[in-house]
C-alpha cells in the first residue's frame, strides 16, 4: 500500500505525534527520519521511563516501542501507558520475535518486527489517524 504523506497528517502545524521508545539510537533516528519526512512530529526516548517522562510533559498522539530495553521494557511501558490512556495508540517493536510474552493488557497491541518495513509502519498510523491528528484515533 502506498502511502503519501498527505494521507497522515492534517495541518502543517498540528502534526500526529508520535513517541518512538528504542534504547537502539541509530533504530530510533531511522525511525524518526522516516516519520518526519512524512510530516510527522516525532519524539524519541531511549528506554521507558523516559517514555513515560515525555508523554506526561507533551501531547502524544501514538507510541512505537521497542519490547527489548533497559530500566523499563516494552511490555511494563504498555501497561503502565494503558493505565494513564487507555485508548492510546500503542505498537511494540522487536528484533527477538519469540521473546514477546504475552503482555497481560486488555487491550492487544500490534507487534511489528525489525527491520521494519515502512509500508506496514505507514499504514498502520493512517489507520489509527484515517482524519490526520484527531486526538481519538479509531480503536
Known amino acids: 500500500m502506498d502511502v503519501s504523506p498527505d494521507d497522515c497528517t ?9 513517541l518512538v521508545v528504542d534504547d537502539e539510537v541509530i533504530a530510533a533516528m531511522a525511525l524518526e527520519r522516516l516519520l518526519t519526512r512524512h510530516r510527522f512530529k516525532v519524539s524519541i526516548a531511549a528506554n521507558g521511563e523516559q517514555a513515560l517522562r515525555l508523554y506526561g510533559e507533551h501531547d ?10 533497559p530500566k523499563m521494557n516494552g511490555g511494563e511501558l504498555v501497561k503502565n501507558l494503558r493505565s494513564l490512556a487507555s485508548n492510546l495508540p500503542i505498537a511494540v517493536m522487536t528484533g527477538y520475535a519469540p521473546e514477546i510474552p504475552n503482555l497481560d493488557i486488555t487491550r492487544p497491541v500490534p507487534v511489528m518486527h525489525k527491520p521494519l518495513d515502512v509500508s506496514e509502519v505507514l499504514s498502520m498510523l493512517k489507520a489509527w489517524f484515517p482524519n490526520g491528528p484527531a486526538r481519538t484515533p479509531i480503536p
Not at 492534517?10 to 508520535?18: C, L, Y
Not at 502524544?60 to 530495553?69: E, P, S
Request: charge should be negative.
Open 10 to 18: 492534517g495541518h502543517s502545524a498540528d502534526p500526529i505525534h508520535v
Open 60 to 69: 502524544v498522539d501514538a507510541v512505537i516501542t521497542d519490547f527489548r530495553m
